[in-house]
């Protein structure tokens, strides 16, 4: 601090970087090229370089040896898991007093779905289709993150995911490049607002770049292959929606794509994303991931793991320290690396210099407005409003839901009913168990107080032991109705938490058979991080509720869904597949030479398994019914740089008020290239009162037709096109239009 406020900055007025050449400059420019002018290689190094703190240690003052040792010799450049903010002011005055030019730390954490404040996991709010709300649980993130010293955010998480075996498809937004895009935009601008600088925001993280969810198998950090057209047309569009909203930083992916771990590769790094898309912020590896490239068997030291990664592009290397211990020799050996590593290091300080921290270090770590933020009633009054309108309503038999308030009495059965960790799902940061309010609290509030609530655990989520059952059904047998709370716990989704069964773990389906043997009406509750593949729960119980991993508010959005004070709207951002033997099974996928045809025995099909998946992309119920109808285009074909318009009509025909998620989706029915048989092109979501009719508009352009064509060329061709508008990827209306 004390140097950069005075030699250094000095230095710039003073006109080390020539007269003229400050004239033309911006102050940010000017400063960040004289600082780079004053800097050592190793401090350069040290810039590039992240390393964890303990996140157990939650006292106010950095003691711990190692810590101290990086910060005061200028050996990293940056923190993660480091929070709070005393904490991280103590660790901050370490690196600005005790280093040479003073270069302020950044903190980052993962806080994918809130800090302390816990919302919905990511792939839930997915679900409710409301861009606003989803941005703003990343505003209060970064509020609250803000207030604690924290800089930076590892989210959000933009991976396509097409398997649900894989247990990270909980941290972004489903299976559709359109979708995910909007919702990383938005998730972008949340974290982010429009002034890195403002105290109540902070960078944001576009990961894992790139194709991370493509890993065989659904195994976590297991190799990707995908063709460079699917990589530009499925994988990175959300990346490239980030990186076009200004996200600050790049996370690079585990995997290996195509034979390159995404952590060295220059096509990735280098020429789309700094290259094509010009991207300005900075590129972090992930955990370890530099190094790991020796266990891929591309570096065959952690030398050339370095090496690679700089060629690659990766500005910041987290965790592992081959950059810390090998890249001054590697230096020494190709002077012509220096230039990688200054633009490196511009873009970590450039960064730094958009946050304020040059100003004042210490903005960010401020205990009065951190005890006066975090935590705050609003924040939690925003989680009951995402939460319940993530929910989606899969089955609702002989309109089981919504429930009377005046029942005379509810069994609330199941392991997860009165559960308060699933509810914070996985990558829960600073989320605490005392601040979630389960669902058997949810139902005791919301009940009337005639009501009488049994309760019963029946088995645990994931054991063999039904001793439970008896005691179970005693208290489903005398009640009206059954609400049966089951699913995965928290840590059967997120990093490393790949399976390859996604029924319901250990006995929870006898519980539920067991349950509605009794003949009682059984409603489900379930509690999950990825889709469920099971087929009897879907098809016997009398009403289901996929409530995902739903924060610290679950229990009162359940609650407000379960009682009809909340007509649910959600609609699945992900294909529910029937059994793990479907997979991958997504809805934009191609048609084949041999499309599905139950009359013709040599179609694409299993002959062991339905054709169709449990539930469709874009799936969901309501408590009202809506009609679709007089889908009518004010054109049959239009030339690019025209538009075509599409109305269609739709009647709440049922007899409460609801929201409908009214989905566009195209057909291009021939191009050089074979071509998806859907993709979604844009959504409407509307309320109707009983009775009530809208029309509903969208346009489409030339532009929204674009695709990687024959010659990797991203462009529209004419030719005959379907448009579809209906309530789910599986119940559409067609009309054709032809693009001249
Ligand atoms: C994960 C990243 C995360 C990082 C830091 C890694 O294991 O893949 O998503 O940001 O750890 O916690």
């Known amino acids: 601090m004390r140097l950069i406020f005075s030699t250094f900055i000095l230095g710039i007025f003073l006109g080390c970087s020539g007269p003229d050449q400050a004239q033309k400059l911006s102050p940010k420019q000017a400063f960040l090229d004289s600082l780079l002018n004053e800097m050592t290689l190793a401090e350069k190094i040290g810039q590039m370089s992240q390393a964890t703190g303990n996140w157990e240690k939650t006292g106010p003052v950095v003691t711990d040896p190692d810590m101290v040792d990086l910060a005061t010799r200028g050996k990293v450049g940056s923190f993660l898991n480091v929070f709070g903010a005393a904490r991280t002011r103590s660790a901050q005055e370490l690196a600005v007093n005790q280093t040479r030019l003073g270069i302020p730390l950044i903190f980052g954490y993962d806080m994918i779905h809130g800090y302390k404040t816990t919302f919905p996991i990511p792939l839930a709010e997915a679900a409710s289709w409301d861009l606003d709300l989803i941005k703003r649980s990343a505003e209060i993130t970064a509020i609250e993150a803000a207030a604690s010293g924290l800089h930076w955010n590892f989210a959000p998480m933009v991976d396509i995911a097409r398997d649900p075996r894989w247990g990270r498809i909980m941290e972004g937004a489903g299976e559709d490049p359109w979708w995910g895009s909007k919702v990383a935009v938005a998730r972008v601008q949340g ?9 109540s925001t902070i960078a944001a993280t576009a990961k894992h770049f790139a194709a991370y969810g493509a890993a065989e198998g659904g195994r976590d950090y297991n190799t990707t292959e995908v063709s460079e057209r699917t990589l530009r047309e499925v994988y990175l569009p959300p990346f490239q929606a980030a990186a076009k909203a200004g996200v600050a930083t790049f996370m690079n992916g585990f995997n290996d794509l195509n034979g390159i771990p995404a952590t060295a590769s220059e096509l990735l790094v280098r020429q789309i994303l700094k290259k094509e898309w010009d991207f300005q912020g900075f590129v972090v590896s992930d955990w370890a991931s530099v190094q790991e490239m020796t266990d891929h068997s591309i570096a065959s030291s952690d030398k050339e793991a ?12 987290m965790v592992s320290t081959t950059y810390t211990e090998f890249m001054e020799e590697l230096v020494k050996e190709n002077p012509t690396y220096i230039s990688y590593i200054d633009e490196a290091v511009h873009r970590v300080l450039a960064i730094k210099y958009d946050l304020g921290l040059f100003q004042d270090p210490y903005r960010y770590s401020d205990p009065a407005r951190e005890a006066e933020v975090v935590l705050h009633n609003d924040h939690f009054k925003h989680a009951r409003e995402i939460a319940k309108r993530s929910i989606v309503l899969l089955e609702n038999r002989n309109q089981t839901l919504p429930l009377n308030t005046d029942l005379n009495r509810i069994a609330v059965i199941g392991p997860l009913a009165d559960d308060k960790e ?37 088995c645990e989520v994931n054991s063999s032991d039904k001793s439970g059952f008896k005691n179970a059904r005693s208290m489903a047998k005398q009640a009206d109705v059954i609400i049966a709370v089951v699913g995965e716990e928290a840590l059967m989704s997120g990093e490393a938490l790949s399976r390859s069964d996604i029924g319901l773990p250990g006995v929870q389906l006898e519980l539920l058979q067991m349950l509605k043997a009794t003949g009682k009406p059984v409603v489900v509750v379930l509690m999950n991080g990825r889709p469920i593949a099971e087929p009897w729960m879907y098809e016997n119980c009398d009403a289901v509720l996929e409530t995902w991993h739903l924060g610290v508010q679950s229990g009162p959005a359940i609650a407000d869904v379960l009682f009809g004070s909340y007509n649910p709207s959600g609609k699945l951002p992900v294909t529910i597949p029937r059994s793990v ?26 002959i062991d398994e339905d054709h169709l998946p449990q539930y469709p992309f874009g799936y969901g119920l ?30 709440n025909s049922g007899p409460v008020s609801g929201e409908e998620v009214v989905q566009l989706y195209v057909r291009d029915m021939f191009g050089s290239v074979t071509r998806p048989v859907l993709e979604l092109k844009g959504f409407h979501k509307t309320m109707l009162a009983p009775g009530e009719s809208q029309t509903i508009h969208f346009t489409l352009g030339a532009e929204d037709l674009r695709f990687w064509d024959k010659d990797m060329k991203f462009s529209w061709e004419p030719g005959n096109f379907k448009v579809f508008v209906g309530p789910d990827s599986g119940d559409l209306l067609g009309a054709d239009f032809k693009l001249l």
């Open 581 to 606: 033997g479907q997979i991958p099974i997504y809805y934009n996928h191609k048609n084949t030479g041999r499309a599905y045809d139950p009359t013709e025995r040599y179609t694409s099909q299993y």
């Open 622 to 651: 309501s408590y009202t019914e809506f009609e679709y109808s007089n889908l009518v285009l004010d054109k049959s074909s239009f030339h690019a740089g025209e538009s075509i318009s599409i109305g269609v009509d739709i009647k």
């Open 191 to 199: 974290y982010q607002g429009d002034d890195l600088s403002s105290l």
């Open 422 to 458: 699933t509810p914070l799902g996985t990558w829960s940061a600073q989320g605490r168990q005392e601040h979630v309010t389960t669902i058997l609290e949810g139902i005791k509030l919301a009940s009337g107080d005639e009501t009488k609530i049994l309760t019963a655990k029946g």
């Open 306 to 317: 370095a090496e690679l990664a700089l060629i690659g592009g990766c500005d910041m290397e």
